[in-house]
DNA sequence: TTTAGCACTCTTGCACTTCAAGTGCTAACA
DNA sequence: TGTTAGCACTTGAAGTGCAAGAGTGCTAAA
């Protein structure tokens, strides 16, 4: 059913006063406060009516009304304003889009950081970094009993690991290894890695096969190991500050999620789109958070999505300006992406 | 003044209690509990002493006694009976310690989580990684315009950048930059480097200075970006199912702290001692955290402090338990440094 | 020196009242 | 027919008074 005009403006001015104040909001406040040339009232014919076809409803009776969870959908698909970022959050942004880290890790937890401090919200960022596989091996020496070993890998990482032996390693050792491991240790993920593959390497190794087996295991623990440093959370302290979560309980669940990780990143594996993705309520996650809501944008270079960046909040969060923000943000970023391929 | 027998138990009955329960402690328990084979009246004389002596105190006239920052020091100090760390705890731990993780980051990572878990407090580490020095500079080419550049360092660690150009790298190029890197810029502090070595760089250069002052831009950001890196904490949300931060307020605090890392590392860094360190209630950090206390145990390797770990938790902690838990992990981390520094 | 007894203090929980906010409904009005 | 004023109703929040319970300090007796 379609909204009529006046239905809609009493909608997102309700949506507006609750994302501003997080109290129920009564036709009092709205006849005062907005223009409408209505009595209260009517308002509140009105807001019945908005209740019935459910886009509010009333904490208790004699509460004002609060949006339900297809009001906000209706608010951020219609009614919403879009939100302009200020001259200050601009440059923040660009600041950071330039701030270019060696290291996405790094450039991904400084961004969830600006992010969070601009939106007042808990941010996080995902990088996804699944299914890398090894371009190729090398070796540096270190002294006679230790190198270094480098997986050059697929997604652009460079992984390294110092690697300490009992006994010396010799010249020889670290050159057979190298083209053993460059022959038949490449391009496959360590999960993938079958039988014949390991015989051909052994055979190729000889009489250093031990070493070499070694070194393999080391190579898959390094592959394997930076699993869980894809995701990182900032200000987390903030929600704290809005009354939803004044409750160590609510506050509790929050932080439970952040702690275990690899739930954000089902948030992102979960992403089908390319899209802004607005997880309302407990839309997402088995309502894991009660009270709160998942604004998240994957960031996509080249066909691939390759992390993303979300922001975590009160059901009632701003959901103009964080939208605003994210899109900004991955927009640079990706721009930044392509310009750098195309050198 | 000397405490009497008696009121030594009295004392440590009164901790233990509060320790265990967390709520102030009253004659009638401990004449029921404790087999003092003494009346409620005659402890309460006793524990009336205890108050003057500043030991203890009451939160309000018709409540029991609660220790007083003295009264936890006294405790720890000669009191406390010595926690023996049960099968369970002493394989985790062990399991803990072998399990080699490549970067020291990652393993304190680990340890932290293990140590919370084990405690049931909040964790956290600390990596010291100040006035680093690179030993040697190695490259590995990647394709025509890109190379690996590596920083073997002094604390043992590796840091390594993909560094893209836009122009062609010539195997030239990397060696000559190799070489006046290896030759002029080692074995010095960033921060303390002075102009003559960098024009002696630049000169030794040629026509590659300017390639060369930018892997030294590189080289430097590569040595200060980890600068943040160094604190890992763990278990937050433990602290809040204790009682004393069941308050939203405080558990801001806590959290506070745990998000502005560099706090953390002050702490590391106030420590004169090797020994491990207990800052009850707010000794520490301006009352940052109320009623909250540390334990922090540095860890030394061949005269130097590297790093530490420690605990956070409620006044009341169990103070037995985690100095026997952080005093057995540092244990086995400092022998099998100094083994690994024998070989 | 220890203890029993007692008066005192303070918190906690509960029932109760009051107050304000906001509603829905009805009837009057333009 | 749509809008509004008025009123009864509901509900949560806040405040009050009271009794119960826990723990103390003090005094006097053992």
């Given at each position: ?82 939100y302009r970022l200020t ?90 290894a190298s083209v ?164």
């Amino acid at each position: 059913m379609e909204l009529s005009e006046r239905k809609k403006r009493i909608l997102k001015s309700v949506i507006d006063a609750y994302i501003a104040f997080g109290e129920p909001v009564g036709s009092k406040y709205l006849t005062e406060s907005c223009s409408f040339n209505l009595s209260p009232a009517t308002v509140r014919n009105e807001m019945n009516e908005l209740e019935s076809l459910g886009y509010l409803e009333q904490p208790h009776t004699s509460a004002g009304r609060v949006p339900t969870t297809s009001g906000y959908r209706t608010y951020i698909e219609l009614l919403m304003e879009r939100y302009r970022l200020t001259v200050e959050e601009v440059s923040l942004l660009n600041e950071l889009l330039d701030f270019k880290l060696g290291e996405m890790s790094k450039f991904m937890d400084e961004a969830s950081r600006v992010i969070s401090e601009l939106t007042n919200y808990t941010a996080f960022s995902v990088i996804k970094k699944k299914g890398v596989t090894v371009k190729r091996y090398e070796f540096v020496r270190v002294d006679g009993k230790s190198f270094i070993m480098l997986l050059i890998c697929d997604d652009g990482n460079i992984r390294s690991r110092h690697v300490q032996e009992i006994i010396p390693v010799t010249d020889e050792m670290l050159s057979a290894a190298s083209v053993a491991l460059n022959e038949s240790m490449v391009n496959v993920a360590p999960e993938r890695l079958a039988l014949p593959a390991i015989i051909k390497f052994e055979e190729m190794l000889g009489e250093y096969a031990d070493f070499g087996r070694r070194l393999l295991k080391i190579a898959y623990e390094m592959l394997g190991v930076t699993e869980d440093e894809q995701v990182h959370v900032s200000g987390v302290t903030k929600l704290l500050s809005y009354p939803e979560f004044y409750n160590v309980s609510k506050a509790r669940c929050v932080l439970e999620v952040f702690e275990r990780k690899r739930d954000l990143v089902s948030v992102l594996l979960d992403t089908k789109s390319n899209e802004l993705n607005v997880y309302i309520g407990d839309e997402i996650m088995d309502a894991l958070i009660p009270d709160s809501s998942f604004v998240f944008k994957p960031i996509n270079v080249g066909g691939n999505t390759i992390g993303g960046i979300g922001v975590v909040g009160p059901k009632r969060m701003s959901y103009n300006k964080v939208i605003a923000h994210l899109e900004y943000f991955v927009k640079g970023l990706t721009e930044e992406f392509t310009e750098e391929d195309n050198n």
